[in-house]
């Protein structure tokens, strides 16, 4: 097979699916630690609706820091969560929860192999609950 590759970008494309905004559930919970040393919850959100039901729409994660609560509650309520006062959950309870997410093409150099990655990122407030969405339809 001969081929020109001089056309070729040298970029890592992870996009399953077109940026947009999608009811998606929350199919995996991965626990791990932040920069900062506090605990992160990094989310596989997978699509539960339409041409693109059972892909993976991609991931995100919640840091639950001082600065990161802000979002952890704004995305712990989408999911169904009751956010008054103090609230008790384990990672485990966000799996097969159902939210509205935005996802966004973010494109950026990897610093340990300089190449480009196109990968879908979800805004600060990129969640909705299937409430707050019906609700914007009706």
Not at 102 to 114: D, I, L, S
Request: aromatic letters at 8%; a negative charge.
């Amino acid at each position: 097979m001969k081929y020109d590759f001089s056309e070729v970008e040298d970029v890592e494309v992870f996009v399953s699916i077109p940026e947009g905004e999608y009811l998606c559930r929350v199919a995996e919970v991965r626990e791990g630690t932040a920069r900062d040393e506090s605990m992160r919850w990094s989310l596989r959100l997978e699509v539960v609706e339409g041409d693109l039901s059972g892909r993976t729409a991609g991931w995100d994660s919640m840091t639950w820091s001082s600065r990161g609560v802000h979002r952890v509650k704004h995305v712990l309520g989408a999911l169904g969560f009751e956010m008054e006062g103090t609230v008790d959950v384990d990672s485990e309870e966000l799996l097969g929860r159902q939210a509205h997410v935005t996802f966004r093409e973010e494109e950026w150099e990897n610093p340990e192999t300089g190449r480009r990655q196109v990968r879908l990122c979800v805004p600060f407030i990129g969640y909705r609950s299937e409430e707050e969405a019906a609700e914007s339809t009706a």
